[in-house]
Structures are given as C-alpha cells and as structure tokens.
C-alpha cells in the first residue's frame, strides 16, 4: 500500500514512469549523433564493395544532414493532434529507422 509501487492519485495521471513532453536538448543531441553513427556504418559497408538488399533499402534513406529537425525528432502519427508525435513516445525508438515520413506530413 505505502510502497513503490502505490497506486498513484488520478490527478498525476495514473502512470508509475512518465515520459516528458518533449525531448531534451541532451536527449536531442544523442539522437543525431545516433543517426550519425549508423551513416557511417552504411557508408562503411558500401564502400566495403558489399551488395545487398538491405544496403539498397539503407541507400535510399536520407542523411542526418540531409533530414529537416522536424523529421529528426518527430514522426507522422495518425491520432495524433497534428499528425505528429515525439520521437521519443515511439517503443524502442533508439533501434528503429524513422527516417521517412509520408508527404506532406
């Protein structure tokens, strides 16, 4: 009842984790380094002479440099208001390629 894991009151929101609203400017800066280090990776492996599909596919994604900040840190989200969310909001963000959003979004 009295421990770590207490129900917490309706007005705090009910989670035991919260997660901020927007990303951090740390949070941020690990995040293009992020993409940085895996565009070294897909050059690396390209001028090795490898082909594959997957290099094809990872060919084709933009660049961190290339990338606008909106895209960087956000990611087209149909419920949401917007049609944005968080980068961060998104399970196991750090692991996925969110590069590429639909047009217009």
């Given at each position: 009842?009295?421990?770590?894991?207490?129900?917490?009151?309706?007005?705090?929101?009910?989670?035991l984790?919260?997660?901020?609203?927007?990303?951090?400017?740390?949070?941020?800066?690990?995040?293009?380094?992020?993409?940085?280090?895996?565009?070294?990776?897909?050059?690396?492996?390209?001028?090795?002479?490898?082909?594959?599909?997957?290099?094809?596919?990872?060919?084709?994604?933009?660049?961190?440099?290339?990338?606008?900040?909106?895209?960087?840190?956000?990611?087209?989200?149909?419920?949401?208001r917007?049609?944005?969310?968080?980068?961060?909001?998104?399970?196991?963000?750090?692991?996925?390629?969110?590069?590429?959003?639909?047009?217009?979004?």
């Amino acid at each position: 009842m009295f421990g770590a894991f207490r129900p917490t009151s309706v007005n705090l929101g009910g989670l035991l984790w919260k997660t901020p609203w927007k990303l951090s400017i740390t949070r941020k800066a690990n995040a293009r380094a992020r993409l940085k280090k895996v565009d070294a990776v897909i050059e690396t492996v390209r001028a090795s002479g490898i082909q594959c599909s997957a290099l094809e596919k990872a060919l084709q994604l933009p660049k961190e440099h290339e990338m606008d900040p909106k895209d960087k840190y956000t990611v087209f989200s149909a419920t949401s208001r917007g049609y944005r969310k968080g980068i961060h909001k998104v399970p196991k963000w750090t692991r996925l390629t969110l590069r590429v959003n639909p047009k217009g979004f």
